[in-house]
T-cell receptor, first 113, second 109 residues
Framework: DTGVSQDPRHKITKRGQNVTFRCDPI?????LYWYRQTLGQGPEFLTY????????KSRLLSDRFSAERPKGSFSTLEIQRTEQGDSAMYLC???????????FGSGTQLSVL | RKEVEQDPGPFNVPEGATVAFNCTYS??????FFWYRQDCRKEPKLLMSVYSSGNEDGRFTAQLNRASQYISLLIRDSKLSDSATYLC??????????FGKGTTLSVSS
């Protein structure tokens, strides 16, 4: 399978704990995006990378969120001191730099208790 | 005003019907436009790009009106398998794609 891969598929955590998600993009794609989606809403942009450079970060993203893509391949999204409002589906997508067509992974469903 | 606005629906139509979805965007500098489809509990998938001259892919027709900052998607001869949420997606130069909330379509037999 050469699609976008996300791990884990589901994460249940207690309020205040830190969580980290991983995304492996399609190998020839150099752009990688993180989105968050809650029920009844469209995906909400969080941040994106071109290779290892983080080019844009949403104003809505609090300081508790950080993303990295250290070698321009896989990426991690960390949420520190989780809150119940962080409960959502976290979607990763990738694309070629020349082509804005996004390919999404299956997402990580986060539940904060 | 939200950056991308869609009528959330739901649109409930019988098989064979023609249905149209509309979307408006706020930033006149937007350059790229897409429709994505999302099935229940699945990830979004690209349905089609939207070009200035309008474009068609089988039963699906997309149109763009830059002057009115308006995008549409027309589905002809609806099938049960068309039931899904349709997401309008827009970007500005150098920024990430912005998604609308989506319009839910339910096609019944």
């Amino acid at each position: 399978d050469t699609g976008v891969s996300q791990d884990p598929r589901h994460k249940i955590t207690k309020r205040g704990q830190n969580v980290t998600f991983r995304c492996d993009p399609i190998s020839e794609h150099n752009r990688l995006y993180w989105y968050r989606q809650t029920l009844g809403q469209g995906p909400e942009f969080l941040t994106y990378f071109q290779n290892e450079a983080q080019l844009e970060k949403s104003r809505l993203l609090s300081d508790r969120f950080s993303a990295e893509r250290p070698k321009g391949s896989f990426s991690t999204l960390e949420i520190q001191r989780t809150e119940q409002g962080d409960s959502a589906m976290y979607l990763c997508a990738s694309s070629r730099w020349s082509d804005e067509k996004l390919f999404f992974g299956s997402g990580t469903q986060l539940s904060v208790l | 005003r939200k950056e991308v606005e869609q009528d959330p629906g739901p649109f409930n139509v019988p098989e064979g019907a023609t249905v149209a979805f509309n979307c408006t965007y706020s930033n006149s500098a937007s350059q790229s436009f897409f429709w994505y489809r999302q099935d229940c509990r699945k990830e979004p998938k690209l349905l089609m790009s939207v070009y200035s001259s309008g474009n068609e892919d089988g039963r699906f027709t997309a149109q763009l009106n830059r002057a009115s900052q308006y995008i549409s998607l027309l589905i002809r001869d609806s099938k049960l398998s068309d039931s899904a949420t349709y997401l309008c997606v827009v970007n500005q130069a150098g920024t990430a794609l912005i998604f609308g909330k989506g319009t839910t379509l339910s096609v019944s037999s």
